[in-house]
Nanobody, 122 residues
Framework: VQLQASGGGLVQAGGSLRLSCAASGLTFSSYVMGWFRQAPGKEREFVAAIRRGGSIPYYADSVKGRFTVSRDNAKSTSSLQMNSLKPEDTAVYYC????????????????WGQGTQVTVSS
């Protein structure tokens, strides 16, 4: 199983970025897709998740209203559209996959990607 996150970069505060996660080696439509981030010196934290059919998203309070998670089961991809970015959004962003629909906001995911750096300047 491989999860490849991409789309990170440097952006000014108030700007936007779109992260993508390409999955292979698994039946993508059977997995919940999650997005997490880890800032320097901090623990990894939940950002967003989307259930298998794509109809039910979950968001951390810190990103609600600014980030949108989506998925395309035909292409085995998940995306995280990030708008109104703030300096505190600076982190390495990871995508992850899990079969169980339980505890989607926890760290209990089966597979993890390598991460992509997002830096938001003030």
């Amino acid at each position: 199983v491989q999860l490849q996150a991409s789309g990170g970069g440097l952006v000014q505060a108030g700007g936007s970025l779109r992260l993508s996660c390409a999955a292979s080696g698994l039946t993508f439509s059977s997995y919940v897709m999650g997005w997490f981030r880890q800032a320097p010196g901090k623990e990894r934290e939940f950002v967003a998740a989307i259930r298998r059919g794509g109809s039910i998203p979950y968001y951390a309070d810190s990103v609600k209203g600014r980030f949108t998670v989506s998925r395309d089961n035909a292409k085995s991809t998940s995306s995280l559209q990030m708008n109104s970015l703030k300096p505190e959004d600076t982190a390495v962003y990871y995508c992850a996959a899990k079969e169980s629909i339980a505890l989607v906001t926890s760290m209990k995911y089966d597979y993890w990607g390598q991460g992509t750096q997002v830096t938001v300047s003030s």
